[in-house]
Nanobody, 122 residues
Framework: QVQLVESGGGLVHAGGSLRLSCAAS????????MGWFRQAPGKEREFVAA????????RYADSVKGRFSISRDNAKNTVYLQMDSLKPEDTAVYYC???????????????WGQGTQVTVSS
């Protein structure tokens, strides 16, 4: 079973940048597609980005296209979410998740991190 540990969350000003990291334990990281989701207070969890096992194909929510970039380093068992041009509406708890096949909906994911808070001030 894959264990996911997230880091990199914090407080930034609007227009700033932040990079989230998600480190996976085990030797099967490269067998999983990975995704990032976020959930703001009082709102549903929403899809942010996903990447296939090899990193060749990526998917993004319309709200973050052009601003966020997902990547992975299988040698380091780590997936990243580079967030640029951050907006206050990006404020949320961000979750890293793993799935056998790339997907854009939460029920398809089998493994989840604990979440890391991202706060963007205006």
């Amino acid at each position: 079973q894959v264990q996911l540990v997230e880091s990199g969350g914090g407080l930034v000003h609007a227009g700033g940048s932040l990079r989230l990291s998600c480190a996976a334990s085990g030797r099967t990281f490269s067998d999983h597609a990975m995704g990032w989701f976020r959930q703001a207070p009082g709102k549903e969890r929403e899809f942010v980005a996903a990447i296939t096992r090899t990193g060749v194909i990526t998917r993004y929510a319309d709200s973050v296209k052009g601003r966020f970039s997902i990547s992975r380093d299988n040698a380091k068992n780590t997936v990243y979410l580079q967030m640029d041009s951050l907006k206050p509406e990006d404020t949320a708890v961000y979750y890293c998740a793993g799935t056998r096949v790339i997907a854009t909906t939460a029920p398809n994911y089998d493994y989840w991190g604990q979440g890391t808070q991202v706060t963007v001030s205006s």
